[in-house]
Structures are given as structure tokens and as C-alpha cells.
């Protein structure tokens, strides 16, 4: 049986991703693995007295019952759903990394306390989605139950993953599934930056681009037949196009790098956009 893997630090973050987790796990048919991370961050000064060993001892007492918090929640909520936990030591991300080495999917909170803390933010974050070998969800924003699945879609081989994902979502929620495909006049800020103006015909572009995202989606509709599909192909940037539509999906779905509109998407300020700003839950998928 497949597992869910869930990063735990007793915060209510941490509690509303575990509930998200649980009930991906009932629509999978998956096993959830709550995992905590004692760690006791680095000290500032390279002739620092050794830790305590008390203060040690109650680090790893409140990931186990950060771990113990997380189980009853889902206890009470999902019975019957299988539970494992894991309470590991070391520095949180290379351990969900590690972890995710053989989960379906991580899923983490947007904030935390305790060894969670900051690991959404900044460089920490994306190198947890770079490097992870499963989809990794960042539960931000409210958590519905209706809305459509967004995708964003640019033609690269993580696009291709983030579409079979989205596909699957879809499918197993009974939502519309909504592909985005933005594309912009310049690469760059370039040709505005220089008051350079390029005449271009707008027409065909834009049916290069429409072609572009049917070849993206074509065969899966086939194989979800009950995934109704809107394509919505529109000159914009492509994090403020994602970010409008965050606002009534219940699931945005990303790949972990891009083309084209979506270059460098999960490895600089797009990604660090999308983590910060997305108003619902955020699942970038594993290029194969």
C-alpha cells in the first residue's frame, strides 16, 4: 500500500496539512506516515558549550508528541485510516528528502514551530520541492472541498508530469480541471526596459500557443473521460495568471521547472510567489 507522508511539528499548520493529508489518503486508498524532526538548530558561535542533555531530551519529547497530536486528530476524524509515525533526528529538510524517497507524496504546512521552523520559507522551500522524489503539497489558504483543479501547463517535461497529476486529482475529487497556459510578448522585461516595440502577430501566436496546450492534454481526457476540462490560454505573467485562479481552486498544481512562460518557475521568485501567496493548496508534481 502506497504512503502519504506528512511533516509534523505541532503546529496548527502542521495539523491542518495532516487533515489534508488524511483525506488524500482516503481518496487514494494510502497509508499515512507522520513524520517528526527533532532538531536542535545550529549554534552562532564555534566555541559554544555543548546542549544540555536535558534540553536534548525535551527536544525529542515534543516531536514525539507533536507526532502523538497528529495521530489524534486523525483518529478522530478518519477510523480506520492506517497511521505510521516516524520521530527522526537531523535537520528537517534533508530528512523529509530522504523520507520522500518512498512516499506517494509529501505534504508539509505553509509555517511552523519547533524544527519546522522557516522551512517554508525562502531557499529552504524550494530546495525541499527541487530536490524531494515525490510531488510535494504546501497546504496554504483555505482547504475546500469544491472548486476546480488548476494546472499550469508550458510544454516542459515537469508541465507533462504536473498534467497527469492534475489529471488524477481531478478525477479523484470530481472537479473541473482547468489548464492554464500564459505566454507574454517578451522573454523578458527586456523589450519594455529598452522602449523597444515589436510588431507581432498576435493571431497566430496565440493559436501556436492554443496547439501548444491541446498537445499537452491530449490522450488524457481520453483516459479520464469523466474529468471535465476548460483550456484557458491568455497573454499574462504566469504567476499572477496562477495566483487569480488560486483564488477559487481547491488545488493548484505546478511542475517542479519550467519553459517558456514558466521558466525557472519553482527555483526563484515564481516559486517563492506561489509558496507565499497561493490561496489554496499547492502540489508540484516530480518530473518522471
Known amino acids: 500500500m502506497e504512503t502519504i507522508a506528512v511533516g509534523v511539528d505541532g503546529s496548527d499548520s502542521a495539523l491542518r496539512a495532516v487533515s489534508w493529508a488524511a483525506a488524500e489518503a482516503v481518496r487514494r ?32 519529547e515534543q516531536s514525539r508528541q507533536a507526532a502523538q497530536q497528529a495521530q489524534a486528530v486523525i483518529e478522530d476524524r478518519y477510523a480506520g485510516l492506517t497511521v505510521d509515525t516516524a520521530v527522526l533526528t537531523g535537520p528537517p529538510v534533508p530528512a523529509l528528502i530522504e523520507e520522500s524517497a518512498n512516499a506517494q507524496l509529501m505534504v508539509l504546512g505553509s509555517r511552523g514551530l519547533g524544527g519546522f521552523t522557516g522551512m517554508l520559507v525562502g531557499s529552504t522551500a524550494v530546495g525541499l520541492v527541487a530536490h524531494g522524489h515525490c ?107 496562477l495566483l487569480d485562479r488560486s483564488a477559487d481552486a481547491q488545488l493548484l498544481v505546478v511542475g517542479s521547472r519550467g519553459r517558456g512562460g514558466f521558466t525557472g518557475m519553482l527555483l526563484g521568485s515564481t516559486s517563492q510567489a506561489l509558496v507565499y501567496h497561493a490561496t489554496c493548496p499547492l502540489l508540484v508534481a516530480r518530473q518522471a
Open 135 to 241: 510531488p510535494v503539497a504546501v497546504i496554504r489558504g483555505d482547504v475546500a472541498s469544491a472548486g476546480p483543479v488548476v494546472v499550469g501547463v508550458d510544454g516542459s517535461p515537469a508541465s507533462a508530469a504536473a498534467v497527469a497529476l492534475a489529471f488524477e486529482e481531478a478525477s479523484l475529487r470530481g472537479a473541473e480541471l482547468v489548464a492554464v497556459h500564459t505566454w507574454t510578448e517578451y522573454g523578458s522585461d527586456l523589450g519594455y526596459a529598452s522602449g523597444r516595440h515589436f510588431v507581432q502577430d498576435w493571431d497566430s501566436i496565440e493559436e501556436r500557443e492554443d496547439a501548444l496546450l491541446a498537445e499537452q492534454l491530449a490522450g488524457w481526457q481520453e483516459k479520464y473521460p469523466n474529468v471535465s476540462v476548460r483550456r484557458v490560454v491568455t497573454r499574462d505573467r504566469p504567476v499572477r495568471c
Open 29 to 60: 486508498g494510502s497509508v499515512i506516515r507522520l513524520v517528526s524532526v527533532a532538531h536542535l538548530p545550529p549554534s552562532g558561535y564555534q566555541m559554544a558549550a555543548p546542549v544540555p542533555a536535558e534540553v536534548i531530551d525535551q527536544i525529542n
